[in-house]
């Protein structure tokens, strides 16, 4: 099983990166999929998750209207399109699965990839 994400780096206050996850060694269409963030000395938070069919997203209030999570379950990848980022947004980002699969609930977790927003 591996989440592999990619697409961080530094970018400008107003500018916009968009993260990639790319998903393999399990089903992936039966899997909820969320994108995490966690900045340095803080706790890891929860940014936005899409359900497996890509019908329903949710996002933390602070991304509202700024991100987009998106599926393709063809192509075993979920992404993040952040735009207007802030300093605050700055945190390494990782993917999530959650589903079941072989009668087992199962999570899985990416490395991560660092985000700066700065000037």
């Known amino acids: 099983v591996q989440l592999v994400e990619s697409g961080g780096g530094l970018v400008q206050p107003g500018g916009s990166l968009r993260l990639s996850c790319a998903a393999s060694?399990?089903?992936?269409?039966?899997?909820?999929m969320s994108w995490y963030r966690q900045a340095p000395g803080k706790e890891r938070d929860l940014v936005a998750t899409i359900t497996s069919a890509g019908g329903t997203t949710t996002y933390v209030d602070s991304v509202k209207g700024r991100f987009t999570i998106s599926r393709d379950n063809a192509k075993n990848t979920v992404d993040l399109q952040m735009n207007s980022l802030k300093p605050e947004d700055t945190a390494v980002y990782a993917c999530?699965?959650?589903?079941?699969?072989?009668?087992?609930?199962?999570?899985?977790w990416g490395q991560g990839t660092q985000v700066t927003v700065s000037s």
């Open positions: 999530k699965a959650l589903g079941w699969e072989k009668s087992q609930l199962n999570v899985y």
């Open positions: 060694g399990f089903t992936f269409s039966r899997y909820v």
